[in-house]
RNA sequence: GGGCCCAUAGCUUAGGUUGGCUGGAGCACCCGGCUGAUAACCGGGAGGUCGUCGGUUCAAAUCCGACUGGGCCCA
């Protein structure tokens, strides 16, 4: 019977999941799983849009593998998933500049040139091109997501949606234009946020210069103020110059008589050798003063060239006083706005000079720098010229140097919700939940207004429209678009760029005709509106409600200041409410020397290809069994080590019990049991209390103390259950025994099934299927259709407890036999224990006594009170202490009698060596011989008959002369002592 | 310059909220053992100033402060 035995060993990771893929496939498991229960209570979730056009990278996995754990416990529990809806960001830079690289474009004049409708048009098309490549990768790592009815951002109706908040939030005021400070693109000709410029700090070169201000001289000695910047280019849009009230100042005279006026804190710094300080005096008496600007371009105008005072000066670096270009700097245009000065800009929209300075017109803002200090140095004004290497901000996107520049955007006022925002916050579970009050909560308190529009052409077009007299008319929906627009709206709609620019509308106020701001939108706004416009909400009856926040999201700490933060903008502003109600943050993914990952350097991780050669469970284990929290080093050798020790051996595991059901032709696995034996209650206790771990780990929504649970679960099945079972496994002489064992081994394993389905869903179907019997037939039979569990034995902490301490005597046993030096195929008469056995371990009797002699390899185990240690002396006995008390104590020599038959054990596992050797299955019926003298024979010859049922010998003959050698015949030598033996395997008999 | 997080053996880490006996474990290394699922397992060895300094305490990896280094974010 035994022969039917087919597969051996275990079948890799890799073809586990082909074989549970080819299932799912077949029976459409995520079709009708994915959703969850149609009738069952909401859990609310929504899959953050990954840029459409850009390849997944190792980051996206770690936030996927959160995300889909999380989902599946949900769907167990019978929560229907609202919205299981995969997302694309669709719009936005990103694309925008694909487009422009493929077909040579440089700035907006050549984007226009060559058709903004036919470059909406090519952005739209590349959008989804690398859609496939994420639909696959989500496939490989069992991330279930509907990705037939994706929401894409640049669809009509989320437009619409769109359009509906901006105009919710444009009628309570919160979306208002103003003229602003923004950093500013040259190349892509555009304001960018500040999450953007975050992205692309590098370290750079610059000239560091101070330049003479001369005061108007109304008498006397000719004095300059000194003025340090390190954007020379600025200066042609000097209005003003800043000093600081309190701030002391000197007058220091230099060998030519002139003076110069510094901060006497920047004296040392200037003047190291010493300095003849003529006078002292402070910023308030400076005020007023006026000065001969180092460019006159912009012409005189009231108010201009004279010094102001404001506290934004500091005396930390340069000189004590600051060059105001009102047009450069939020504070230079909040001085400029306060003293009415105006403000010249005279950069063009691509960066370069205008006409408006002829000395450097046409030339871009980095590159007059060079141009204006010469001209400066020839005039005499340049005081000092150096460089400095600092950080400065580039385009994320195309690596331009960004400006700063005063500009009209449409702001959402998110500083004046900023209550609002702190307070929603505070209700967020955050993991890692220091993110709640610090890095997130912090940048909270500070928030600025969000500069909305962006000069571009792929995006959310910004749906206002302004009149003559100035008044601006929000459109909320298409409906009303259609109302107020002339011409009649094209049938179908599709609300980008070139379509809605083309229409004029009677204005809300006046009824004069009104034509489009011609902005898009931030793509982060379109992103933080999916909660509700993956439902066209408010236009489609949704499962959408305005007042339930998400329950769950997760991302990679990017996000931040990204997605997390426009979701909860969007949510306060529109709903008063908190956007999610828990957080799951991952850290940055490194590689394997802690050095970020990155494609130029050649260090990425290509996760297709990872997930290929590993397996999706794997890579989820290595990730779960990481502290995701933190920056994370991540190789695939490493993944494939830490699976391994868990996945791999659970598999082993698995096959192990199938090919001895399979020999025991046992059926399925049964219902929940109730074994008597010791083993069995502890396995199955062990078995609950590691559902309930994972249980309360993704309550958490923190799955990391659960993978640790399954880890030990994993690791106590099969170092301790598994090993002490074996002989209860093909044992014949208690057959009741044995289907408890195979009923208890095949309920645990099925169990565990349940309770790790959502960390490692290929693995967990896998055993579902082999363990259940269900042959991968249906759908309905997958193990994600099956509920979560809420128990899966009665947990018995005190038979844990007792097992624990009995597997410490195995250790303290082990070390004995050591150092007694006998190995433990030689039986030892007995192992004694001092003292009593612990409240735990007691009440486990003769069963716990009969492990440990198993175990260990002892005819018994006797317990003797402390105090007889006396009665163990050292030449006979080798015996364990502990801080001066005796624990336990082995003879030293066995008997004779067990001498010998660990003689017999060491010839026994070398012919079940040999059977391996020569391609034997378990199962397969030998003949044996075997010549062997002195001890050996002594051994053997009186347990022919035993040793002949272990190796499954049909015949066992003890032969007198030696054996003739051949390929049938091997010898072997041990101790000083050898033998001899030929196995063959026995003729086929008939099966009874 | 500001905020948050991290630091335990060559590497990966448990423990830290609740201070307490010799700080556990895995990988890798050396010696030995076991093995009819296993890249498994077991014993022994070597390897730790628990980042540094200071404080609280009878007692600190653990609590407090400063510093150093790393990471992320902001300016």
């Not at 030519?256 to 308030?284: I, K, M, N, Q, T």
């Not at 709640?436 to 571009?456: I, Y």
């Not at 994370?632 to 080590?641: D, L, Q």
């Not at 598994?722 to 208890?744: C, I, N, V």
Request: proline share 8%.
């Amino acid at each position: 019977m035994a022969s039917e035995a087919e597969e051996v060993g275990a079948p890799s990771a890799v073809a586990v999941q082909e074989r549970v893929l080819a299932y799912w496939q077949r029976t459409d498991v995520p079709g009708r799983t994915l959703a969850g229960p149609a009738d069952g209570p909401v859990f609310r979730f929504t899959e953050g849009p990954p840029t459409a056009n850009g390849p997944p990278h190792v980051g996206h996995l770690v936030a996927r593998v959160l995300k889909d754990v999380q989902l599946r416990y949900r769907r167990m529990q019978g929560f229907r998933i609202v919205s299981s809806m995969a997302g694309w960001d669709c719009h936005g830079l990103a694309v925008e500049l694909e487009i422009e690289k493929r077909h040579g474009l440089r700035s907006h004049h050549d984007i226009e040139a060559f058709g903004v409708e036919r470059f909406c048009d090519a952005c739209r098309e590349d959008t989804l091109r690398v859609a496939s490549v994420w639909r696959t990768m989500s496939r490989r790592l069992g991330y279930w997501l509907d990705y037939d009815r994706a929401y894409r951002t640049m669809d009509p109706p989320y437009i619409e949606s769109v359009w509906w908040s901006l105009k919710t939030l444009f009628d309570c005021g919160l979306l208002e234009k103003d003229h602003y400070v923004l950093p500013y693109c040259p190349r892509c000709e555009t304001s960018l946020s500040s999450h953007e410029v975050a992205q692309g700090y590098h370290e750079t070169t610059d000239p560091s210069v101070t330049v003479r201000f001369p005061l108007d001289p109304a008498s006397g000695t000719p004095r300059d103020l000194l003025v340090w910047t390190t954007t020379p280019w600025t200066l042609p849009a000097n209005l003003l110059v800043a000093a600081r009230a309190e701030t002391e100042y000197a007058v220091v005279r230099e060998a030519d008589g002139r003076e110069v006026v510094l901060a006497s804190a920047a004296v040392p710094r200037y003047f190291p050798a010493g300095a003849d300080v003529v006078a002292r005096l402070a910023g308030r008496e400076l005020a007023g003063r006026a000065y001969r600007p180092p460019f006159d371009t912009p012409g005189p105008a009231p108010g201009r060239y004279r010094v102001v005072l404001d506290d934004f000066v500091t005396v930390a670096e340069g000189t004590g006083f600051v060059h105001v270009a009102p047009s450069f700097g939020p504070d230079d245009l909040r001085i400029g706005a306060r003293e009415r000065v105006g403000v010249f800009d005279p950069l063009d929209s691509r960066g370069h000079f205008t006409d408006g300075v002829p000395l450097v017109a046409g030339k871009a803002f980095k590159a007059a720098d060079a141009v204006l200090v010469r001209e400066l140095e020839s005039r005499g004004l340049l005081y000092r010229s150096e460089s400095l290497r600092h950080v400065y901000p580039f385009c994320w996107r195309c690596d331009s140097a960004l400006l700063y520049r005063a500009m009209d955007s449409w702001f959402v006022r998110t500083s004046r919700v900023t209550e609002g925002l702190v307070r929603h916050n505070r209700s967020v579970a955050w993991v890692p939940s220091s993110y709640r009050d610090g890095r997130f909560g912090n940048f909270l308190t500070e928030a600025k207004d969000w500069a909305l529009s962006r000069n571009r052409y792929w995006g959310t077009p910004l749906p206002i429209w302004i009149c003559a007299a100035g008044h601006a008319t929000c459109v909320g929906s298409f409906a009303e678009l259609a109302e107020r627009a002339t011409p009649p709206l094209p049938d179908p709609l599709d609300p980008h760029r070139v379509t809605v620019d083309r229409l004029t509308l009677r204005c809300g106020t006046c009824g004069l005709e009104a034509r489009r701001e011609p902005y898009t939108i931030d793509a982060w706004y379109d992103a933080g509106a999916a909660p509700f416009a993956q439902y066209h909400y408010p236009f489609d009856p949704g499962p959408f409600d305005p007042a339930a926040p998400l329950d769950y999201i997760a991302e990679g700490l990017d996000q931040t200041r990204g997605w997390f933060y426009t979701l909860l903008v969007l949510a306060v502003t529109l709903f008063d409410r908190p956007a999610y109600r828990s957080c799951v943050t991952s850290g940055l993914v490194l590689d394997e020397s802690g050095r970020k990952m990155s494609k130029s350097r050649g260090n990425a991780l290509e996760p297709l290809a990872m997930l290929e050669r590993l397996g999706g469970d794997a890579s989820r284990w290595g990730f779960l069994a990481l502290d995701f929290t933190e920056p994370m080093r991540v190789s695939e050798t490493g993944i494939e080590k830490v699976a391994g020790r868990t996945l791999g051996t659970l598999r082993h595991a698995v096959a192990f019990h199938l090919e001895n059901a399979r020999a025991d032709g046992l059926g399925p696995a049964p219902d929940r049991p109730s074994p008597p034996a010791l083993l069995d209650r502890w396995l199955l206790s062990r078995l609950e209390g590691t559902r309930a771990a994972i249980e309360r780990s993704l309550e958490s929504f923190d799955p990391r103390d659960g993978a640790t649970a399954v880890r030990a679960f994993v690791d106590d099945l099969s170092t301790w259950y598994l090993r002490r079972s074996r002989a209860r496994f093909w044992g014949e002489t208690d057959p009741a025994d044995r289907r408890q064992a195979h009923a208890t081994l095949a309920y645990a394993l099925g169990g565990l099934a349940r309770a790790i389905a959502p960390l490692v869903p290929f693995t967990a179907e896998w055993i579902h299927q082999e363990v259940g019997g269900r042959e991968f037939a249906t759908a309905d039979g997958s193990v994600h259709a099956a509920p979560w569990p809420s128990e899966l034995a009665r947990r018995d902490v005190s038979v844990e407890r007792g097992m624990d301490e009995l597997r410490g005597l195995v250790e303290v046993g082990r070390e004995l036999r050591q150092r007694a030096g006998v190995k433990a195929r030689v039986p030892l008469l007995e192992l004694v224990v001092f003292g009593d056995p612990g409240p735990d371990l007691a009440p486990l009797g003769e069963e716990a006594t009969g492990l440990l002699a198993s175990e260990l390899n002892v005819r018994r185990v006797v317990r003797v009170p402390a105090a007889r240690r006396e009665q163990y002396p050292d030449p006979d006995w080798v015996v364990r202490e502990e801080h001066g008390v005796p624990v336990a104590a082995l003879p030293r020599r066995p008997t004779d009698e067990l001498l010998e038959e660990g003689l017999a054990r060491e010839v026994a596992r070398r012919l079940q060596q040999r059977r391996k050797e020569i391609g034997l299955r378990y199962g397969d019926r030998v003949r044996v011989a075997i010549h062997a003298d002195g001890p050996l024979r002594r051994a053997v010859a009186p347990r022919r008959e035993a040793l002949a049922r272990e190796l499954l010998a049909d015949a066992l003959d003890l032969v007198d002369g030696p054996l003739v050698p051949g390929p049938d015949v091997g010898t072997w030598t041990f101790e000083g002592l050898s033998f001899s033996a030929r196995v063959v395997r026995a003729p086929d008999r008939p099966r009874g």
